[in-house]
């Protein structure tokens, strides 16, 4: 059945074994664990946390992990990694490439089967030209992925959200017509997706319908919600930054029909994750705020579960 999970992320001022423990104690039967390089300088919200050193993944640390995990019967659902493969700064694509490939190989040292991130976009290029761009850079991402057998989830979150991603955000995986090239280009089944169904939401898109048109390229799915406050889009437009009129929710407080997301789930048989992603500004101003978010989120979406 589905197994319900929460992003590591949000608990980035805690260890590995406090996310664990938490995960045990609260009814959560797996965790996405965050794999960013250590050290790493990445500022943005939520980016940087590592809960597992991939560069330091010895014989040692491996039945650690293992260990730990099963002792307190909770599984990892996925390694991830969320950088932009794409930047046009090659130097720095490089990098996110080359550890995008260490976090794949560490799925298979650990026996996780998927490494989530994105597709990366050059902002400046138009989707056609980015398109070249992918089809180039990433032959050797999914070679890792073919060779050490492990699934690949791409979120579709199309990273723009203020002038800092302006004007076509970071992440080129921003809808259907999209993902079809995606999957043509590279038609391995181990290339799916991260389905987040609150990203179709600021488009104006259905975020059910992919359910039923990708089920078999559901690789993991996050739980997140989205307000699009119309008064607001009614002042400045869509093409206005997204964060203009629209914020990250928890589940059940924002605009996702998670009704008839659920009802998709159940229909087309998927019995993955289903993972949490914390998001909310209002849930941010302390521990207890941080700790309530994760739970309340659990409550609304355990109606939907066993």
Known sequence: MLKLGFVSAILADFGFEHVVDFASKNGFSCIEMMCWPKDNGDARRYAGVSHINVEN?????ITYIKDYTRERNITISGLGYYPNPLDPDTRKSEFY?????KVIRACNKLGIPVMNTFIGRDPQKNIKDNLE???KLWKPIIETAEKEGIKIGIENCPMFFTNDEWPGGKNLAISPAVWDVMFETFPTPLFGLNYDPSHMIFQMMDEVKPIYQYKDRLHHIHIKDVKVYRDK?????ILANPLEYHSPKLPGLGDVNWRGFFTALTDVRYRGPVVIEVEDKAYEGSIDDVTAAI???????KQFLP
């Open 57 to 61: 993944l010895d014989d040692k640390h």
């Open 97 to 101: 490439i080359e550890h995008i490939k």
């Open 133 to 135: 761009i992918f089809k």
């Open 233 to 237: 889009l009614d002042r400045v437009g």
């Open 295 to 301: 739970l309340t989120a659990r409550n609304y979406v």
